[in-house]
């Protein structure tokens, strides 16, 4: 038997255990407020619910009732409704990735406008994270006084302010808050659609529909290197490359004001008819849809009921171990990704061309094709992040961002513009080959699901302002960096020494958590360091003997096909 159906084998065990302990309580499933219960802990109690067949019963009469006056949504299909929601929603990705590029091409020409020094210009170019902090630290309050959808229209809004700010902009006293703007709507977008997304989907699809949120960001990088390319020739391009960044949050805002409210949110704020309204429109009450809307129902409850003050909350990422793994690993993967070098790459690009001796105009065409590769190869994550797990997408594909990073590297070493200019598009593209589907979506994927229930929305707010920071402190101080380390030792000493050290640690404390049900995550994590080695460790022996098996009988079955070839 091996680990993972020792994992199994044990989660069963646990599974029927509380079964069992559930069954003695001749009450209600519904937590009771006694002073036995106080003295659990709110995960305790989490843990312990048990969806009865009474309470799927009282639930089918209230969604009965209102059967007739609420209509099936737009498409009829939940499926439908849910999957258009889903791409809508994830819009605000693609506004995410037009935001971070769009100053990749505006630099080749803002600087003969507005005189910039070092320092200036890594502010204007990382402006975006910074101010993404805390634009990510306020959508914890928006997102709990006005909703997910709420926290969508205000990203916007800010967005807007601080596109019109940049393209109207004549002095860096201007420009600078414009951007600074720009990211606090960027950061809100970021920390509210993955879990608006999050909260809306089925387990099953809801690593994949996450997952769309990163391919709209790739997308969304191509999209600015097209806008600035389109720009390219016309006299004040740089104003419209930065403001064209309000058609495209026009464009979500609109949307949001017509998308339903998270079904849990308004379970939380005590709108049970609203919330049941909204479910029917997006997954129904069929089979499994019905038993997991009453689990949510009873989990609101319950964390209505037990909820503890922030600070108390924010301790249980120190104090609670399996809450302090998962912390460690949400927050460390997300440092792993940002100080891969792909904030640098994607807004320098431009900048990187140009000094390889290309024409700004070419650089930004130049930049498009990497940007291309990096999109289609990030299509695939929707599929294989739930085919073929977090896990092995990630660390499959680190390799060969290592690869692409020693490529970039060493093209600066090359001799003449040509060989320089090849090396450099050949080392991008394959970067951004292997860095697309695995250490792109597998991060925000892990970080939606990793938390315990009552704890989730602090966790993924603190592995955003982490994407940020990272995001922010590389591009800003990558002149700096490129001044005394030179090129090379940035991309293949920095970068790509912080990508292998991380691969290794991946390898060793990264779990898999495709398919699992958040108990299942909890028990994952509730193991100790070691002990998630070791089973790592078994679960990559048996894969590989898998392998070798698998090829063994490939080879059998040709050296047989081949002497009956001889036969005949």
């Known amino acids: 038997m091996n680990s993972s159906q020792l994992l199994g084998e044990e989660m069963k065990a646990d ?54 006056a609420v209509p099936m949504g737009a498409f009829g299909n939940p499926k439908f409704y849910l999957h258009f929601l889903a791409v809508y929603a994830s819009f605000g990705g693609f506004l995410y990735g037009v935001d971070q590029t769009l100053v990749s091409g505006a630099l080749l020409y803002l600087l003969k406008d507005i005189k910039l020094d070092i320092g200036q210009e890594s502010l204007i170019t990382s402006g975006v994270s910074l101010g993404g902090i805390p634009g990510a630290l306020a959508a914890i309050l928006v997102n709990e006084a006005l909703g997910r959808r709420g926290g969508i229209i205000i ?52 690593g994949g529909l996450v997952s769309l949120y990163q391919v709209m960001i790739v997308f969304g990088l191509l999209g600015g290197y097209v806008v600035d390319a389109i720009f390219t020739n016309v006299d004040g391009s740089w104003r419209y490359m930065l403001g ?7 464009i979500l805002m609109i949307g949001a004001i017509f998308f339903p409210e998270s079904p849990r949110w308004l379970m939380k704020k005590g709108r049970y008819q609203r919330a049941l309204r909204v479910w029917r429109k997006l997954r129904g009450f069929q089979g499994d849809e019905m038993e997991e809307f009453v ?58 061309f140009e000094k390889l001796g290309m024409s700004p105009s070419h650089s930004v065409y130049m930049g498009m094709i990497g940007e291309g590769v990096f999109f289609f190869a990030t299509i695939p994550a929707i599929y294989l992040n739930d085919k073929i797990g977090r896990r092995w997408l990630l660390l499959s594909t680190m390799p060969g ?36 589907p695995g250490m792109g979506p597998v991060p925000w994927t892990l970080n939606s699901e990793i938390y315990p ?18 995001n922010w402190l590389t591009s800003y101080e990558f002149l700096r960096m490129e001044r005394h380390m030179t090129d090379p030792g940035v991309f293949i000493g920095f970068y790509g020494g912080i990508v292998f050290l991380g691969w290794i640690y991946l390898i060793i404390f990264m779990p898999e958590t495709k398919n699992l049900t958040l108990e299942e995550i909890k028990k ?27 090829f063994g009988r490939q080879r059998s079955h040709s050296q047989n096909v081949g002497a009956v070839s001889q036969t005949v």
């Open 524 to 550: 994952t994590f509730s193991l100790t360091h070691m002990q998630i080695a070791k089973r790592n460790w078994q679960k990559a022996v048996n894969d590989w003997q898998s392998i070798k098996a698998y």
């Open 244 to 250: 064209s960044s309000l058609v495209f949050s026009t």
């Open 295 to 352: 689990r949510m129902k009873k989990v609101v409850e319950t964390e209505t009921q037990f909820s503890k003050p922030f600070l108390m909350v924010m301790l249980d990422f120190l104090r609670v171990p399996h809450c302090r793994r998962a912390f460690e690993l949400g927050v460390g993967i997300m440092f792993i990704q940002e100080f891969s070098g792909v904030a640098t790459i994607n807004y320098y690009t431009g900048t990187l």
């Open 453 to 470: 229930t009552y704890i989730r929305t602090y966790g993924v707010a603190s592995c955003t302002i982490m994407n940020f920071f990272g």
């Open 15 to 68: 599974e029927t255990a509380s079964n069992m302990e559930s069954g003695r309580n001749t009450e209600k499933d519904y937590p009771a407020a006694n002073k036995e219960d106080e003295s659990q802990s709110l995960e305790t109690l989490l843990d312990n619910i048990v969806v009865s067949e009474e309470d799927k019963l009282e639930v089918q009469e209230d969604v009965n009732k209102i059967q007739e």
């Open 155 to 206: 990203a916007c809004l800010l967005d807007t302010t601080g596109a019109i700010m940049c393209a109207a902009a004549r002095s860096y006293g201007v420009l600078l808050p414009g951007r600074l703007i720009l990211g606090a709507g960027i950061g809100m977008e970021a920390m509210t659609v993955p879990t608006y997304i999050a909260e809306c989907s089925p387990k099953q699809r809801r």
């Open 401 to 436: 961002v290592i690869l692409g990073l020693i490529i970039t590297g060493f093209s600066f070493y090359a001799s003449d513009k040509s060989s320089k200019v090849g090396l450099y598009t050949w080392g991008v593209v394959t970067y951004y080959l292997f860095w697309g």
